[in-house]
């Protein structure tokens, strides 16, 4: 099936650093989305993107799609302690018979030091 | 409140005894979808379903078996569970697009002795 690269696997910063993480495919998504695991929970979704060179934002979050529709970023701006966590980016793509299913990335692990 | 409730949170069981476990959402989604998480290998999906009495396998489905009698369960059945199924299972459903994402359950966490 479709692979999404997603980079980097984790991060190590400091309360209050802005930070940055992105995603690429080989093949076209229609939809990205960007989803956060708390620990011992299941992912919640941040941001949904449906158009490509669209640039959305959710309080200190920021996301893109990609002109080609092959990449998406988020950017985290001035880190807080509950930013932790897992970072999932996730593409959708239409086929004849509608919406495929997601195709997740293997997730940025957030760890932020006081 | 618009939810996917799974049970249980945690299993342990032995290799080989069937095992079932459950989901349930409140939102009347057309789409549901199982998935296992293990580290360093994300979130892969084992089987879904676009409704009631439709179901397909995903990317990881063997040793599992699901069904869809009722719009509102999904469960996920293990016929003879071995220690490799030892993982995090994900429950998720949404529209039919899916377009606005899925909603996901808390998790059970399974252990395979």
């Known amino acids: 099936g479709q692979q999404l690269n997603q980079s980097p696997q984790s991060m190590f910063i400091q309360e209050g650093e802005d930070v940055s993480m992105n995603c690429t495919s080989s093949s076209i998504f229609n939809t990205w989305l960007w989803y956060k695991q708390d620990p011992g929970e299941g992912p919640v979704l941040l941001i949904a993107l449906y158009k490509a060179g669209e640039l959305t934002s959710n309080g200190r979050l920021t996301a893109q799609f990609g002109i080609t529709r092959k990449d998406s970023f988020l950017n985290i701006s001035a880190s807080i302690p509950s930013d932790v966590g897992i970072y999932f980016c996730a593409g959708q793509s239409y086929s004849g018979g509608g919406a495929d299913g997601l195709t997740f990335g293997k997730g940025t692990h957030l760890i932020i030091q006081p | 409140e618009a939810q996917v409730t799974q049970n249980p949170r945690y299993l342990i069981t032995v290799t080989g005894k069937k095992l079932t476990v459950t989901c349930s959402q409140n939102?009347?989604?057309?789409?549901m979808s199982w998935y296992r998480q293990d580290p360093g290998l994300g979130l892969r999906q084992i089987y879904y379903?676009?409704?009631?009495?439709?179901?397909d396998k995903g990317d990881v489905p063997e040793g599992y078996k699901v069904s869809r009698k009722e719009k509102r369960n999904f469960p996920l059945i293990l016929e003879s569970p071995s220690p490799n199924q030892t993982s995090l299972y994900f429950c998720?459903?949404?529209?039919?697009?899916?377009?606005?994402?899925?909603?996901f359950g808390s998790g059970t966490r399974l252990t395979v002795v």
């Open positions: 939102m009347n989604h057309e789409y």
């Open positions: 998720a459903s949404s529209t039919s697009t899916g377009g606005y994402g899925y909603t």
């Open positions: 379903s676009m409704n009631v009495e439709v179901t």
